[in-house]
């Protein structure tokens, strides 16, 4: 999905959102006229599963606003984004098919034209179907694959252990945090069982905000650090402040907003691909209101852009850090290292300084 289709989608998602529930009910009932089998794949209370539909595409709302969309493949259903392969494991456990998606991105799409003709525009109309088309393939891909080997894949706890964490009175950062004491034996301890205490704590932080991620640091002096991260998502920012204003005094953690910088910039690898920074190299790019940046990377191409793109992100934020990455860059591309344009090119390991640099110009002349 291009980056025309990608603001057509999030401008549409904008303004439409707050109708979004009389959507789902209007396509729920013409689905089922349309495809009479399908009340088969839906059981249980209607209202509850569009209740559920509707929190799907929420959560592809959230996806949107994220400047690392959809790095995955339409032909394949590649995902490297949780939430879709957690959706596709849903729909695919229960036997819907590649046929039952297509008629729902019908139908939905149908409906969104009645509703909003001029605000769901063809482009946005090409964003959502590619959305459709991914979670379908990604469904396919899951089929005869066991719950027990979904839950590995996805590092999902036992359900007992997510209800473990279930906010009641006070705040979600409150509870987070209450959560977080009660298990920080097997938390800061992490290595002796990775798969159980990622899993909590990811269950945990997505009751906090969908989407959130952490990193730990080594244990130094007795101490490691706890990020928090929005994953690329910028509307989950300030999820991630609140979350962080709320940590209370924890002797042994040292709590962190957003992933850092890291001085030296190290290698990052992905889909079986590694990039050392001494072999990538960037370029400035400046409209006077805003900065963007281009990535030259040795090996890119355009057949795995999924794998590569997503090497390009983790390298920007091991550089810039992830809150100025995401705050103070407006268009990011990548390319092949031989690919010619104009304009001078750095090394990878200088973007820190000549980036600063740039930037304090920037908001100076303004």
Same mark, same amino acid.
């Given at each position: 999905m291009? @980056?025309?289709?990608?603001?057509?989608? +999030? /401008?549409?998602?904008? *303004?439409?959102?707050?109708?979004?529930?009389?959507?789902?009910?209007?396509?729920?009932?013409?689905?089922?006229?349309? #495809?009479?089998?399908? +009340?088969?794949?839906?059981?249980g209370d209607f209202q509850e599963q569009q209740r559920r539909y509707l929190h799907m595409l929420q959560e592809l709302v959230k996806l949107t606003r994220s400047r690392q969309l959809w790095p995955v493949q339409a032909s394949t259903g590649t995902s490297t984004i949780p939430a879709v392969d957690k959706m596709a494991s849903v729909h695919g456990a229960?036997? #819907?098919? !590649?046929? =039952?998606?297509?008629?729902?991105?019908? #139908? &939905?799409?149908?409906?969104? +034209?009645?509703?909003?003709? =001029?605000?769901?525009? @063809?482009?946005?109309?090409?964003?959502?179907?590619?959305?459709? %088309?991914? #979670?379908?393939?990604?469904?396919?891909?899951?089929?005869?694959?066991?719950?027990?080997? &979904?839950? !590995?894949? /996805?590092?999902?706890? =036992? *359900? %007992?252990?997510?209800e473990a964490f279930s906010p009641g009175s006070g705040s979600r950062e409150q509870h987070f945090w209450e959560w977080f004491a009660g298990e920080e034996e097997l938390l800061f301890n992490f290595e002796r069982d990775r798969d159980r205490a990622s899993g909590l704590l990811e269950a945990a932080l997505g009751r906090v905000w969908s989407g959130l991620t952490f990193e730990f640091g080594p244990v130094s002096n007795g101490v490691r650090d706890f990020v928090i991260s929005a994953g690329g998502n910028e509307a989950a920012f300030p999820a991630v402040e609140a979350l962080a204003a709320a940590a209370p005094a924890l002797p042994r953690w040292n709590v962190v907003k957003f992933r850092p910088r890291h001085d030296p910039i190290v290698q990052r690898s992905f889909g079986g691909k590694t990039v050392d920074p001494g072999d990538v190299q960037f370029s400035v790019l400046s409209d006077g209101q805003e900065l963007g940046l281009y990535l030259y990377i040795d090996g890119y191409s355009e057949e795995e852009r999924a794998v590569w793109d997503q090497i390009g992100y983790l390298l920007l934020d091991e550089a810039l850090g992830e809150f100025d990455a995401g705050t103070k860059v407006g268009l990011i591309e990548f390319f092949p290292s031989d690919v010619q344009h104009e304009g001078k090119r750095f090394p990878l390991l200088r973007l820190p300084q000549i980036f600063d640099e740039e930037y304090a110009s920037l908001r100076q002349a303004h």
């Open positions: 291009g @980056p025309e289709q990608l603001a057509e989608l +999030r /401008n549409f998602f904008a *303004s439409f959102e707050p109708r979004l529930p009389d959507a789902v009910a209007l396509m729920y009932g013409r689905l089922l006229e349309a #495809v009479p089998e399908a +009340r088969q794949l839906f059981k229960i036997g #819907v098919r !590649r046929e =039952h998606f297509d008629k729902m991105k019908e #139908v &939905l799409a149908q409906c969104f +034209r009645e509703e909003s003709p =001029h605000e769901f525009t @063809p482009a946005a109309e090409e964003g959502l179907s590619f959305i459709f %088309d991914v #979670v379908a393939m990604a469904a396919t891909n899951t089929a005869g694959v066991t719950a027990e080997k &979904l839950a !590995r894949k /996805n590092k999902l706890p =036992h *359900s %007992d252990e997510i």
